[in-house]
């Protein structure tokens, strides 16, 4: 009876730790440029599901950010807090995966994950190449 009980409660420990043991989701959160606070934002991170072969980008702005931007006459769109972007999975490897590059966007954005390190690259359509780091 004791052995069934501690089966019993073992399964339900199991399935209540869904995402502490499904290695094909990870995430990159507080990422940061090297020597930069990035005040711009309140949270950069990032949602791997190599299941679904997806990257989400999460960018919350920070409130002083969007205020500066909404109310310079230059920027021709409002900017705000909270926006997401799905990028597909090129490759996979025991320690990286690399995204295919973003041709939605306007920078046409590609990223490889470091996974050992919480470290990611990134590199733009127009020349912008950097490193971020995350917890």
Do not use: H
């Amino acid at each position: 009876m004791k052995k069934l009980l501690g089966i019993v409660v073992l399964s339900l420990f199991l399935n209540g730790c869904d995402n502490f043991m499904d290695s094909s989701k990870i995430t990159f959160e507080k990422c940061r440029i090297d020597n930069d606070p990035m005040t711009t934002f309140d949270d950069y991170s990032f949602e791997i599901d190599k299941e679904k072969n997806t990257v989400v980008r999460i960018i919350i702005n920070s409130d002083e950010y969007i205020k500066n931007w909404n109310k310079n006459k230059n920027n021709k769109s409002k900017m705000v807090k909270i926006s997401q972007e799905t990028y597909k999975i090129k490759s996979t490897s025991k320690n990286y995966i690399s995204t295919i590059k973003d041709d939605d966007g306007y920078l046409g954005m590609a990223y490889v994950f470091d996974l050992n390190n919480k470290i990611i690259q990134y590199k733009t359509d127009l020349g912008v190449n950097g490193v971020l780091t995350c917890k």
